[in-house]
């Protein structure tokens, strides 16, 4: 589009003009007019929603700046998730009960040219790769890598893999993308890191889909190898996160860390404190790259991990009670993590990196996103979050009055609603996340 | 006295002096008949001088023609010509005492001072300069009458004449350029230092004829002695600290020879804190709801300076002249208040205010010469020549922000013929190219080069009482600018309802135009004056010129964001777009360009002699096609790191004014007075006012015009101890343009005393001296910063200076 300009103006190029007034002359030659080239890489606009459609296969991206729908496609089957890629540019669908991953391209995107990074705006679109493998579950991502788990079928004897590909890939629509294929079935957990791979291990006599154990892979062409078992289990692990120097699972007796320095990962476990009763463990975790701590939630209840001290810190959210958590992410450029409950208040933490005791995590501010009754969401709806990496605003979908709010975490307050006109199910951010050290 | 033919007076130049070689020996007197020693008398248009002896006796030999002219100064007596038939013998010139201080120009090819001209000058030298020098070469000349600062927070100001500055008064060192880059952005420095300076003259009105278009406004010339013109050994060194902004400043200057070779040196290192304020930095207009925390009294932030630098030079002395070369260098490193890009408050943060700072570095080399070569045809030849490379970049958060880079040459020969029929005078030849450049986020303007090419014709004549001057100048001027760019200006009015969420990112226009321009123009001036001692002791000018001026490159090609000046500047070559929903607000503007003409009326009135010195001036200026910046009413963006700056509400905090040169004719009227009552002996009471109107000949007011002020001085100078009280009142400016607001009155109380020690090697003065005594809480009107930088509050300064 922005090529077909640029020709169409060419042809209109070096009109001379020339004004003359006493002793005075003036003489212009147009010349060949330069595109723009916006180096500002961070002024890239607020970014784009895929939304996805609790009664068809529908998902539909908006524009951010103005609220316009710019496209719809149709996936194969109902999106059991939504992701942003590495980069956020494309939104992957994961339909697991039809063993799917398919990706939209958002349109926003910056290349490299050196000096800067140059930003492009285009149609959103559907793209060409596909991923069909069994049951694809968790998919995490870290800037540069997406690490998808395949679970794996019991009844089809479908074994559990990892893909690990990048967001070229995906553009290019190339199958090269290196694979972890295992013995067995599990609902298991990945984290790419660079040429390794950190994903767990089930041993395949138990009779928990669970794995217990951690691995790390490294990659060899289009497949992986094990390179280093950890001894130390992780019982009933679910949940994974990573940030620059540590990998994290969720155990049903503590949160298991490994330190990566340089090829070699140490283990190491972070048992419950006293603020952890009867079966709770923390079965969720959240990381991101330059987060010294990372965040899990036991149910409700939300702990700050702090590896590097190896403590377990319970954060004061305040939720109400029987509020589950639905939503939750770090926003504002890692400066705020949020959390979203069944009770539609969306809960702002300031998040200080620098606490190394007490809390990283502090309660800012509530706000209440809706005040219908939320008992009344049809079955398998909920509110859902989607948070820019743009700026600091958070988006949320909610199926009852099918309208998406967009919130500003500095004001705390909900700043504009959108109509849908159709049952948002799934809901993911794309666009051109702001650079790290512009703020 | 005899009148002769031109025929006569033709031959009489061209023949050899030995045939008409006359003398002429005297005695300067004081009106009691007593004495004056060392008074200097100059033979005019001869290049002869001499010094009067204890006796007060002086003698020329082998003078041309049968009549002449004596020059004859001496201190605290007013200057007096003398015309005489040869050969004169034990003749009396009497003196008669001033209470004005007079210093002559050496700005003009002509004898002039500010009590000898047609039109005002005042000089700034001796002590007095030493006692009113600042970092910032405006504020060293506030004080001068018809002379004010566009005080940028203390960390820049250029003179502002006559309500006129910017490309409209010439800066020059030594009569030439600066070669800085101060006369596109207030928040530029003048690269010249006033401490290790000699005089700083001031030539207000139009000074086209010496200097070409950049001074229609007129000219500020900073003099040194880095070219010495004479075998002397001298120096002086000066330590002072003033307490608002902690400034230490160390200078000093030597001059010394050795044979026929004069050398200089000097260097002075200066260093501030952020400057310290009464109330609050920053005025809140009810129209804005910023809850800015930063500076909320007591410093403005980011005021902190340092700069050093010093100069070589040597010359070659003569008999008939000099011929000298010198090197200098200045550095400076300059906060850059009032740069909040956009002010993202984070309340948890102390930094509200990006810190940005200049970092200014300046190389000049200079080629002085002055040679009376006596020749049929050549009386005396003037050469000057300089080289200037100029760069100065703007740091935000320790990156390079913006370059300013200007690489400069500039050339006059002074060419004075001898007396012709009593005509003095000679041709003028100038050339002057500058590159200059601007990379980066706030690079307005594109690279442009300019280049001028000039002659200039001066005669002056006495006829009787009246000394008339006449001049004519013509120039050429290019200015080439390869790459000038007309990018698609995001540009909206804030008319709309601020919150529609609205779409005011217009991905339509996705490309730059880009121009290759060539601008030429063929500016002239003519002026005459008459200087007419009518009678003892009195005198009175006239000036009437007519001067043109090119525009220049950044009022012509500029197109960006300039925060200096906190709005986003659009040259004259564009233009708005008259249709009003048009994509594109601006476009390429397809009327001629025009030159600037000023028509320049001045009268002076002087009353020289007694105890009571008296100077008028008043100036009426209509000024055609006037570039200066309107106000469009919209908005664009400031092309800064705003994360934010999208978002839906947009608050305005990355964005500027558009402003657009236009050319429309305006008048500038007003006056300038002093009067100066030598009470008694050792006390000195001087008054000054100022004034000036600067409106649209359409009606309206042109922004930034300096308020009515009115000054007076009580000195004492006794021997040992001198000592001055000034109260200065900045009375309000309510005259005021489209979207200027009002500034209040304010009243300036200094103070100095200093105590003079005579020893065997040096002179020392010890003194101390004290600025805005009562801590007036002041706004300057005619800053671009009215609204951020206050003045600095009270300021006690103490100095040590040195001299032998």
Known sequence: MLKSKVNVLALLISASLLAACGDSTTNIVEKDPIPVEDDHDHETGAGRLVISDKDSTMLRVYNLEDGDLLGQFSSLSNASALYAS?????????????????????????????????????????????????????????????????????????????????????????????????????????????????????????????????????????????????????????????????????????????????????????????????????????????????????????????????????????????????????????????????????????????????????????????????????????????????????????????????????????????????????????????????? | MGRKTLLASLIAASLSGQVWAQSVQGTVVDEQGQPVAEAWVTVVGQNKKVKTDAAGRFEFQALQGNHTELHIEANSFAHRNFQLELPAQDMQFALTPTALEIIDVKASPFHASSTESALPVSVLAGDRLKMNQQSTLGDTLKNEVGVHSNFYGSVASSPIIRGLDGPRVLITQNGLDAGDASRVGPDHSVSAEASTASQIEVLRGPATLFYGSGAIGGVVNVVDDRIPTEQVTKGEWMLQRESVNNEKLASGSAQTFVGQTGLYADVFWRDNDDYRIPGEAEVHHDDEDHDHEEGASGKVANTAATAKGFSLGSSYLLENGFVGVSFGQLKREYGIPGHSHGGHAHEDEEQAEESVYADLKQDRVQFLSELDLDLPWLQKLNSRIAYTDYQHVEVEEGLVGTTFKNQSEEARFELLHPVISDWRGGVSLQYKHSDFEAIGAEAFTPPSSTEMLAVALMEERHFGPVLVQLGARTEQVAINAADVLLPPLAAHSHDEDAHDHGPDHDHGAEFIRVFDVEHKFKPYSLSAGAFWDFTEGYNLGVSVSRSERAPSAAELLSFGPHIGTASYEIGALFSLNDDPHAEQAIVLNRQPIEMEVANNLDLTFRKISGDLGLVLNAFYNKVDNYYYQQNTGLFAEDGHNHDHAEEEGHDHSGELPVYLFVAEDVILHGFESQLVWQIAQPYRFTVQADYIRARLDRGGDLPRTPPLRLSSELAYEGDQISADLRLTRYFKQDRISELESATAGYNLLDASVSYHLSGALQDIVLYVKGENLTDEEARVHTSFLKDKTPLPGRSLGLGIRGQF
């Open chain 1, 86 to 439: 590495a980069s956020q540019r494309f939104a992957m669908v994961v339909q697991r009960e039809s063993d799917k991953v398919e990706f939209i391209d958002g349109g926003l995107y910056q290349e490299d040219h050196g000096d800067h990074l140059h930003p492009y705006e285009e149609e959103p679109r559907l793209m060409s790769l596909q991923l069909s493998e069994s049951r694809p579950t968790h998919v995490t991502t870290t800037d540069e890598q997406i690490a998808i788990f395949f679970d794996g079928n019991v009844a089809t004897s479908s074994v559990a893999k990892v893909a690990v590909l990048n967001d070229d890939q995906i553009n290019t629509g190339s199958n090269d993308y290196p694979v972890l294929t295992y013995s067995t079935h599990m609902h298991g957990a990945a984290q790419a890191r660079g040429e390794m791979l950190v994903s767990t291990i089930r041993d395949a006599a138990t009779a928990s889909t669970l794995p217990d154990q951690v691995g790390v892979y490294h990659v060899h062409g289009d497949h992986f190898h094990l390179e280093q078992e950890f001894a130390l289990r992780c019982p009933g692990l679910h949940g994974s996160a990573q940030n620059k120097d540590y990998v994290s699972f969720g155990c049903t007796d503590g949160v298991m860390l490994l330190k990566q320095d340089g090829e070699t990962f140490t283990a190491s476990k972070v048992a419950h404190t006293a603020d952890f009763t009867g079966t709770m463990r923390i079965g969720t975790l959240e990381g991101v790259e330059d987060a010294p701590h990372f965040i899990g939630f036991a149910g409700a209840t939300v702990f700050s991990v702090n590896p590097v001290a190896g403590s377990l810190n319970k954060v004061d959210w305040q939720g109400a009670t029987g509020a589950n958590i639905i939503g939750y992410g770090f926003a504002d450029h890692g400066e705020k993590f949020v959390l979203l409950d069944s009770t539609g208040a969306l809960s702002i933490l300031n998040y200080n990196a620098a606490a190394a005791t007490g809390a990283a995590f502090a309660l800012a501010n509530k706000v209440q996103i809706t005040t219908a009754d939320l008992t009344t969401m049809p079955t398998g709806s909920q509110l859902q979050l989607a948070i820019s990496a743009a700026d600091d605003k958070v988006y949320v979908a909610d199926p009852l009055s099918k309208t998406v709010s967009t919130i500003d975490l500095e004001e705390a307050k909900v700043i504009e609603k959108q109509e849908l006109g159709f049952t948002p199910h799934k809901m993911v951010w794309v666009g051109i996340p702001a650079g790290h050290d512009d703020h």
